[in-house]
């Protein structure tokens, strides 16, 4: 599956940043990032990954429903250690799956609509890549001298774009 590589394409540059800060770089609060760390933007992608792996067992995903685990956020080599896992983990088949959110603070009546795997998966890949960006300014903001991937933080579609204007 293209999707599972890219998955694991995206997690590899992610794992590679995050292995080179240094224990406070991860933990230090960014004002750029309105306080938060980058060790907060792994969790989450981390965090809606796992959802996805376990709505994949009850066929129900809730994305709101995440553990919200304080050591992925603080600790870079277990998050290098969960990804690796969940990369691993894609390998399952596309299944129909439904989605439940609630999309509105006044009511606890969650939405539900009708998804699949690869869908999800292909959302979360795309959501990666947007707290991806945030790292990247994050990484800027505490000083790190770390180089990343040219494309790091910018989804497919924006540098295949890129590649046309300059052809042009």
Same mark, same amino acid.
């Given at each position: 599956m293209k999707l599972r590589l890219a998955v694991q394409a995206v997690f590899g540059q992610l794992a590679g940043s995050i292995g080179q800060l240094s224990p406070q770089d991860y933990i230090t609060p960014c004002k750029t990032l309105s306080g938060? =760390?980058?060790?907060?933007?792994?969790?989450?992608?981390?965090? &809606?990954?796992?959802? &996805?792996?376990?709505?994949?067992? =009850?066929?129900?995903?809730?994305?709101?429903?995440?553990?919200?685990?304080?050591? &992925?956020e603080t600790d870079e080599n277990i998050a290098c250690l969960a990804l690796d896992q969940i990369a691993e983990g894609l390998g399952k088949p596309?299944?129909?799956? &439904? /989605?439940?959110?609630?999309?509105?603070?006044? $009511?606890? /009546?969650? =939405?539900?609509?009708? =998804?699949?795997?690869?869908?999800?998966?292909?959302?979360?890949?795309?959501? $990666?890549i947007h707290h991806m960006a945030m790292i990247r300014i994050g990484i800027t903001e505490v000083g790190s001298h770390i180089i990343l991937p040219e494309n790091y933080g910018i989804a497919s579609s924006t540098i295949k774009h890129r590649k046309q204007q300059c052809a042009q």
């Open positions: 938060n =760390t980058i060790g907060q933007h792994v969790r989450h992608i981390i965090e &809606l990954f796992q959802a &996805l792996e376990n709505g994949y067992l =009850t066929g129900v995903v809730n994305y709101e429903d995440r553990k919200r685990d304080k050591t &992925l596309d299944k129909p799956l &439904l /989605l439940e959110a609630n999309y509105d603070e006044h $009511s606890d /009546l969650p =939405t539900v609509l009708n =998804t699949n795997y690869y869908r999800e998966v292909a959302y979360n890949l795309e959501h $990666s």
